[in-house]
């Protein structure tokens, strides 16, 4: 059960990759942040040479597909402190890649508005829209009155006792806040012959801050409190239907669908909440990778059969020794048959115990990754945040040095009150213009940026070749030289009895094998051996042969559509990098004098300042995501190491059930005089190896069978809903999109009642 969950949360390990690279992208584009994801070209040569491409271990997490048109959309709730939804804002961005001049697109909305600039759509059809696009990417926004994938609930008690919003304003005492998903989104999938209903898997976080000189004792369930001494910032998160949709028992492992709040409060004031949705947190999860764990019901296939084996085995012994009271003559016979079966059984027990050892081993390093990265959340979301709040100062400060009188900037309400100035300042037209000449200037160059991009793209792939390249050298030539090593010492090891070939062939006594392998072992550790080794590795790697391969795998990779791909967006990055340095230059800024300094350096404020907030959301939800695999995989770990124990005393077991048989093997002649003890012996053998196996050995196997397998599929089916489920307020059949909800929820202040 813990593994099934575990495979559940470990999808944020991608988050962890992309965060990992976030801070180097971001400073090539402030706007994007690149998952681009490597194909698998050429996988035969790939074997052959052991090159894994540019990152087969990141093949879910190096370049996302980014050609063609997707829109991006955003959805803002804004609802009462009790949840109830009074209006909703959607805000989408079409991103043309492909710089179409018409882009078609469905949208739901009213009051549709453009709002970063001039182009304009047609009607066709119903909520259908054509887009002028002239090849850019198309802003809007708009209003809808459409039921949410979820709903969320706010409810208050104090002392016990079931309050109000309105009424709980300037109360004191014992309070709790408890914030309820209602996830509404689901789709009716065929799982086993059923029809289930599997839930589109939102992550629910949500945020807040609390006045620690109103709020103190403050406790959360299901999320994490940061306290900086004036204030307490609560994050908690949630997988509202994720329960329903894998079949778990609560009482086995219970997914959280709810977050809870207790404090002691006086004169209870509280400020909005914001609560992010998004289902992407499963969108890069690749399900056919949980096809990997099917091994384990298959080693317990093994496992029951070898117990029937055993069981009817015993069976057998008891009916016949029954019968050696008056055939006592086909006794050897039967013992003999007897001891083949044990030697059977004892291998079969090895090989699941050494699986069971990998196995093992594999959870423990996943352990200690995650963990790894569990201990840096705190530092990236406190560095982040404090980040973010220095941003916001310094734009406080170039407003007020501008001679504009606005409200304070915070994380909560920076875009409101931006917005506001900046429509109160609209004087965009020559911007637009100046945007639109150096784009066509820098467009005429684009084939020269796209060659620079070639070369650097083409230095990237020719080091990752040259590195796995490298290390099937390596490995061939240690192998070759440990092959010339042991014809040598073999003979040596052997005063001469013994060849190489007769060695490998023959049945050696443990102690000369030892000897040899020691030898051969010393050997290799030779500084004359080490240097010999890394000659003929250098040798290689020189020769035109390794080199050709180098070469022919780069040019393989560089034809692969993942590095076309990755050249395209690198290209694009490039060219938009140029439009802002152009943009930014002196020539272009006399052009701009016209304009209001106030609105320009306010809009590329509220650009930069929006940029970060994407990054500083996506870094959250990464950090909590980490901290839940964590978990799981701490739990996953304390069953791989029961199953060990397991599997570990039943080969002892085996082991010293064969050793036994062998000795009655060897006794016959002695055993035939207590044949009729042994008899009821035999029966009282049969009777615990079916009561172990009912209760021991089916039970493990069928809670296998019955819920690995169910909860593979269901978290399958989990996955592939959540890819289904791209956009809100409406998306054309030839685009691709994403979508995220973000609920703000009002205040409570003391001076309502």
């Not at 002028?132 to 979820?150: C, F, M, R, S």
């Not at 079931?162 to 689901?186: C, M, P, W």
């Not at 290209?571 to 930014?584: D, F, G, K, P, V």
């Amino acid at each position: 059960m813990n593994k099934i969950v575990n495979k559940v949360i470990s999808v944020s390990l991608c988050a962890a990759v992309i965060a990992g690279t976030a801070g180097a992208v971001y400073a090539l584009n402030s706007d994007k942040i690149i998952n681009k994801t490597d194909d698998e070209n050429s996988k035969s040569d790939v074997d052959k040479y052991n090159i894994a491409g540019l990152s087969e271990a990141d093949n879910e997490n190096s370049f996302s597909d980014t050609l063609g048109i997707s829109k991006d959309e955003t959805v803002y709730v804004l609802a009462s402190a009790d949840g109830e939804v009074q209006k909703i804002i959607v805000s989408d961005w079409i991103k043309n890649s492909i710089g179409s001049n018409s882009i078609s697109d469905k949208s739901d909305l009213s009051d549709i508005t453009n709002v970063k600039s001039n182009e304009t759509y047609s009607i066709n059809g119903e909520n259908a829209k054509v887009w002028d696009a002239q090849g850019n990417d198309i802003y809007y926004q708009g209003t809808i009155e459409k039921e949410l994938p979820v709903g969320i609930s706010v409810s208050y008690r104090l002392d016990g006792k079931t309050i109000s919003s309105s009424e709980l304003a300037g109360k004191s005492g014992h309070v709790i806040i408890r914030f309820n998903y209602d996830n509404r989104q689901y789709e009716t999938v065929d799982i086993d012959g059923k029809q289930e209903k599997i839930y589109v898997p939102f992550a629910m976080l949500t945020g807040m801050l609390l006045d620690n000189n109103i709020f103190t004792n403050v406790e959360v369930s299901n999320g994490k409190l940061i306290n900086d001494g004036d204030r307490t910032a609560i994050i908690g998160f949630a997988f509202p239907g994720l329960q329903n949709n894998l079949n778990i028992g609560k009482e086995a492992f219970e997914i959280p669908d709810y977050i809870e709040i207790s404090a002691d409060v006086q004169n209870f004031e509280f400020g909005i909440t914001v609560t992010v949705a998004a289902n992407e947190l499963f969108n890069n999860f690749d399900s056919e990778k949980l096809d990997s764990a099917e091994n384990i019901p298959e080693a317990f296939d093994e496992l029951n059969n070898a117990m029937n084996k055993l069981i009817n085995g015993s069976s057998e012994l008891y009916e016949g020794l029954s019968a050696l009271l008056d055939k006592s003559g086909e006794l050897v016979a039967g013992i003999n048959k007897l001891a083949d079966g044990a030697e059977t059984l004892k291998a079969g027990a090895a090989n699941l115990d050494n699986g069971a050892a990998e196995l093992q081993s594999g959870i423990a390093e996943l352990q200690s990754g995650l963990s790894s990265l569990s201990s840096n959340n705190t530092t990236l979301t406190t560095g982040a945040k404090q980040v973010f709040e220095t941003l916001l100062a310094t734009a406080d400060s170039q407003i007020s040095g501008a001679g504009l009188s606005v409200q304070k900037l915070t994380i909560e309400n920076y875009t409101d009150v931006l917005n506001n100035v900046i429509v109160s300042l609209d004087e965009s037209s020559v911007y637009n213009k100046a945007l639109q000449s150096v784009t066509e200037a820098v467009n005429a160059n684009l084939n020269v940026i796209e060659e620079k991009v070639s070369e650097a793209v083409r230095t990237q792939v020719e080091s990752q070749v040259t590195s796995a390249v490298l290390q099937q050298v390596t490995s061939q030539v240690t192998a070759a030289v440990r092959e010339q090593i042991a014809e040598q010492v073999i003979p040596a090891v052997t005063n001469g009895q013994l060849t190489k070939d007769m060695y490998e062939s023959a049945s050696v006594d443990a102690e000369i094998k030892n000897a040899v392998e020691t030898a051969i072992d010393s050997q290799m550790e030779n500084d004359n051996t080490k240097k010999l080794i890394n000659d003929k590795i250098s040798q290689q790697m020189e020769s035109d042969e390794i080199k050709a391969v180098i070469e022919a795998k780069t040019d393989e990779q560089m034809q692969s559509q993942s590095v076309r791909d990755k050249i395209t967006e690198n290209t694009e990055l490039q060219r938009q990098q140029a439009i802002s340095e152009n943009m930014a230059s002196d020539s272009v800024q006399q052009q701009l004098k016209a304009a209001s300094d106030g609105a320009k350096s306010l809009i590329s404020l509220k650009t930069s300042l929006d940029s970060y907030n994407n990054f500083y959301l996506g870094l959250l939800a990464y950090t909590d995501g980490v901290y839940s695999a964590e978990n799981g995989a701490a739990q996953l770990n304390k069953g791989a190491d029961a199953l060990k124990d397991g599997t570990s005393a039943l080969r002892d077991g085996v082991n010293e059930l064969c050793g036994g048989i062998l000795q009655l093997k060897n006794g016959t002649p002695a055993l035939m005089n207590g044949v009729t003890q042994l008899k009821d012996g035999a029966m009282q053998l049969s009777d615990g190896l079916s009561q172990f196996n009912e209760q021991g050995i089916k039970k493990l196997s069928d809670a296998v069978d019955g819920d690995l397998a169910d909860l593979l599929n269901r978290l399958k089916a989990t996955v592939d809903v959540s890819k289904s489920y791209k956009n809100f307020s409406g998306l054309d059949d030839g685009m691709n999109g994403q979508v995220k909800f973000i609920y703000r929820t009002d205040s409570i202040k003391a001076d309502n009642q």
